[in-house]
Nanobody, 127 residues
Framework: QVQLVESGGGLVQAGDSLRLSCAAS????????MGWFRQAPGKEREFVAV????????YYAESVKGRFTISRDNAKNMVYLQMNSLKPEDTAVYYC????????????????????WGQGTQVTVSS
């Protein structure tokens, strides 16, 4: 089992930046891929970003590309999501997720691809 705990959410204004953190524990994360998803009220959970084990390969949703950066520190078992130039439409609960991929990283964009999930952290962007 892998336990994931997100932190760093909050209320910010449009144009601001925020960094989310995800602390992982439990089963070894070697060869894991770590992703971020988000869910706005009344909407389905959507993919945001994913990184492979080394952090050398990443993939982003078009809506956040160029504004968000995913990274990981394996020594600390941490994953981060740096969010810049935030927009009101980025408002959502953000979830950290983990999986052990068997295919190309870019294919891991669906919720059902991930076995482990955190409880989520709220991000609210005011206009």
């Amino acid at each position: 089992q892998v336990q994931l705990v997100e932190s760093g959410g909050g209320l910010v204004q449009a144009g601001d930046s925020l960094r989310l953190s995800c602390a992982a524990s439990g089963r070894s994360l070697s060869n894991s891929a770590m992703g971020w998803f988000r869910q706005a009220p009344g909407k389905e959970r959507e993919f945001v970003a994913v990184t492979n084990w080394s952090g050398g390969s990443t993939y982003y949703a078009e809506s956040v590309k160029g504004r968000f950066t995913i990274s990981r520190d394996n020594a600390k078992n941490m994953v981060y999501l740096q969010m810049n130039s935030l927009k009101p439409e980025d408002t959502a609960v953000y979830y950290c997720a983990a999986t052990y991929p068997r295919s190309y990283l870019s294919t891991y964009v669906h919720s059902y691809d991930y076995e482990y999930w955190g409880q989520g952290t709220q991000v609210t962007v005011s206009s």
